[in-house]
């Protein structure tokens, strides 16, 4: 009887394994631009008659083909960074071919660390970058973040685009509003924000508290929006706060700044270089700015802020607005057009040693008051035309008083102020160049200068009027028919490399545009060559006294410059 049992066991196994036949299944599975297409693992589960399992993985292309016996299976489609997706119950007895598969990018969220590679990311919950981690996002990068989610950063935060893939931060569709970016006293000063896009946050584009020396540099900042606070960027306390080469379009407070929100203590500062604050928005009358808007507590050492080659341009309830009286320093600026105020204050705390200080700076157009001030300023070598109201409530009796001629000869008073249209070549648009005719060009002072270009980065002080000696122009835009920098050399592209940067005794520098030809040069701020030798990746620099200057180093491929200083 065991003899007959074992038999006919084993004729059944013969005859399933002669009956039971192989079937071909093909398909295709597809992701977003983010993520390839090869490698998603595709694994069979036969659920019927009995359990088997067979496992493969799509090529380049998205496609899969694989050999499976008769059953009912469920399928299921995966890769790291997507959602799995799962086809249950399917039928295969005989070749089969599977529908397309379109699997889902899985929304980033928690902790994040390493790298972000290029790409388009859902972001469905806060992202946060630990205090000690580090988190380096690749160029072109764009993140599309969910109502109300926030980017929080306790850490080292390393965005670094270039200008043709900056990396963006923004909204995931047009029913959405995010979070906006925070980070928080604990983040790491060394952080990197530049050529970034912040956009389309309800709850300030950029958030900082109390972080030393943090930089924005080279990017852009539209369409957010803040209830008490900055729209595009808001700040708690900052430490040597730089932006620079920002722009600033179409932000929104109700009761801060639109653009820019600074609350500031005693000894804080914040540098604003070669920016474009424009059409931005306050709804509040009585408070705030369109542009931007410094309020805090002060202290016996009062608040340093300081604005040069930056123009700020047709903003609502004012450009620059300060609640208290902090140290405010605008040095070659273009306050024009704006609707109230150019600059202006709400409390005048009298008890420090603040003083605002107006210098080469072109103050025009706007549908208040020019300046709003109280006795302690200076107001140097400006040009003042047509605001509405008045060009200076609280300046000096001397102003406005024209007692002589400035360097080209055009009436000025006492402190060298003018009062005459600047003449922007384009007079319908938003450009600020100087036409030919302008009385602006060479009219300023050039001991108040501190940056080497000018807002359209091209060199300051060009002897626009050719006239013996060289003046920096009034206003962000130096005018010239020629520019300084020879060639296309301020790009994206690391070409050249000066260390240290202030510079001791010696500077060193690598290029990796040398040849036989090769020269290096470093010139002062007029231009005046103080060192030129064939290429040397060490310059004594010894002999050069304190203060900015340029290196060049010219190859026949190639002109680089890099600014350098020395304390």
């Keep these: ?190 952080s990197i924000l530049n050529k970034i896009i912040v956009e389309y946050a309800s709850n300030t584009g950029l958030f900082i508290e109390s972080v030393e020396n943090i930089r924005i540099t080279n990017s852009v900042f539209r369409h957010n929006t803040s209830e008490n606070y900055g729209g595009g960027i808001s700040c708690i306390s900052p430490k040597n706060l730089t932006i620079e080469a920002c722009q600033f379009i179409n932000n929104q407070s109700n009761n801060g700044g639109g653009a820019i929100q600074a609350n500031m203590t005693e000894s804080d500062s914040i540098n604003i270089y070669n920016s474009l604050i424009h059409e931005n928005f306050c709804e509040s009358t009585s408070s705030g700015s369109g542009g931007i808007y410094f309020t805090g507590t002060g202290g016996d050492i009062p608040p340093k802020i300081c604005i040069e080659n930056s123009v700020i341009s047709k903003n609502q309830n004012s450009g620059i607005r300060s609640q208290y009286f902090f140290s405010l320093s605008v040095v070659n600026s273009n306050i024009i057009s704006n609707i109230g105020d150019g600059i202006s204050y709400d409390t005048w705390n009298l008890d420090n040693d603040a003083v605002w200080n107006i210098t080469n700076s072109i103050v025009a157009f706007n549908t208040g008051k020019g300046l709003n001030l ?21 300046c000096s009796d001397l102003f406005q008083n024209i007692v002589t001629v400035n360097n080209n000869n055009h009436p000025c008073d006492g402190f060298y102020n003018i009062f005459e249209d600047p003449l922007f070549s384009d007079t319908v648009g938003n450009s600020c160049d100087l036409n030919p005719e302008s009385p602006c060009i060479d009219a300023g002072v050039n001991d108040s200068l501190s940056l080497i270009f000018d807002f359209n980065h091209n060199y300051r002080i ?106």
């Design 462 to 567: 060009i002897n626009g009027n050719n006239h013996e000696t060289s003046y920096v122009d009034i206003g962000a835009i130096e005018f010239s028919t020629n520019t300084f920098i020879e060639d296309e050399n301020i790009t994206d592209e690391p070409t050249i490399e000066a260390y240290p940067n202030p510079m001791g005794d010696y500077i060193y520098v690598n290029s990796k545009y040398i040849d036989k030809s090769s020269t290096i040069s470093i010139m002062d701020m007029s231009g005046k060559v103080l060192i030129s030798k064939p290429f040397s990746d060490k310059v004594d620099v010894s002999s050069l006294k304190n203060g900015l200057y340029i290196l060049k180093v010219k190859s026949q491929s190639k002109t680089n410059y890099v600014k350098l200083v020395k304390n």
């Design 1 to 190: 009887m065991k003899a007959k049992l074992v038999t006919l066991i084993l004729l059944l196994t013969f005859c399933i394994n002669t009956f039971s036949q192989l079937n071909l299944v093909t398909g295709n599975v597809y992701s977003n631009s983010v993520i390839s297409n090869d490698e998603v693992w595709v694994s069979f589960t036969r659920v019927a008659p009995a359990s088997l399992e067979y496992e493969t993985y799509t090529n380049a292309d998205g496609a899969y083909s694989i050999d499976v016996e008769d059953g009912i299976y469920n399928i299921s489609f995966g890769k790291n960074g997507c959602l799995t997706s799962t086809l249950e119950n399917v039928n295969i007895y005989n070749d089969t071919t599977i529908q397309d598969i379109f699997l889902e990018v899985a929304g980033l969220m928690g902790s994040l660390k390493d790298t972000i590679y290029s790409g388009e990311y859902i972001v469905d919950g806060d992202i946060e970058v630990l205090e000690g981690d580090t988190l380096v996002i690749e160029i072109g990068t764009t993140f599309l973040f969910k109502q109300g989610v926030e980017f929080i950063v306790n850490g080292l935060l390393i965005a670094d685009g270039i200008s043709t893939r900056k990396i963006t931060f923004t909204r995931f569709d047009e029913e959405t509003t995010w979070g906006g970016i925070k980070i928080n006293s604990q983040a790491n000063p060394n």
């Design 374 to 394: 109280a006795n302690n300023n200076n107001v140097m070598f400006c040009d003042f035309y047509e605001n509405e109201i008045m060009d200076c409530e609280n």
